[in-house]
């Protein structure tokens, strides 16, 4: 008996539908913190909470994979630019933590209304940094082929 293929359509669909679930997570935890909501910043109670500056890596990256699904110069660059950000978050954070020097992001846009897990408010761990700068770097380096089924293009 042979497996079903999988089509390139049901893979766009299954990556968009994980796209948008790390989306509103992320969309949760910035709300959360910025409203000095906690209960809305952590999945559980008593689970660490999304630090502000992840959430909006998280968004970054998402958002620089939904525009590389579309067709055009200007969704691409915009894809590229999304990354980008999502990156420069990341290595800032990396950076933070291998030198000890304070860039000041980890609070910039709210203060971290959840216990500070890192010895740092507001500042993600090593290893959720290293996550979302692989992450904008995938998001960056895994366009859909072009002559394949993209998102939002009329069949």
Same mark, same amino acid.
């Given at each position: ?20 679930? =790390?989306?509103? !997570? =992320? ?24 630090? !502000? ?37 990341? !290595? ?46 995938? =998001? ?16």
């Amino acid at each position: 008996m042979t497996r079903p293929r999988t089509t390139a359509s049901t893979r766009l669909a299954f990556g968009m539908a994980l796209a948008l679930l =790390a989306c509103a !997570v =992320a969309s949760m935890g910035l709300v959360g913190q910025v409203l000095g909501a906690p209960r809305l910043s952590s999945l559980l109670p008593g689970l660490p909470a999304i630090k !502000v500056n992840a959430a909006l890596s998280i968004l970054a990256s998402c958002g620089a994979w939904f525009a590389l699904q579309r067709r055009g110069a200007g969704f691409r660059a915009f894809g590229y630019g999304l990354a980008a950000v999502g990156g420069l978050i990341a !290595v800032l954070t990396l950076l933070q933590h291998l030198t000890s020097f304070d860039f000041g992001i980890d609070t910039l846009v709210a203060r971290d209304v959840s216990e500070p897990w890192t010895g740092h408010p507001g500042r993600s761990s090593v290893a959720v940094s290293l996550a979302l700068l692989l992450a904008a770097i995938a =998001a960056a380096l895994t366009p859909a082929a072009r002559d394949g089924p993209r998102i939002f293009d009329s069949a």
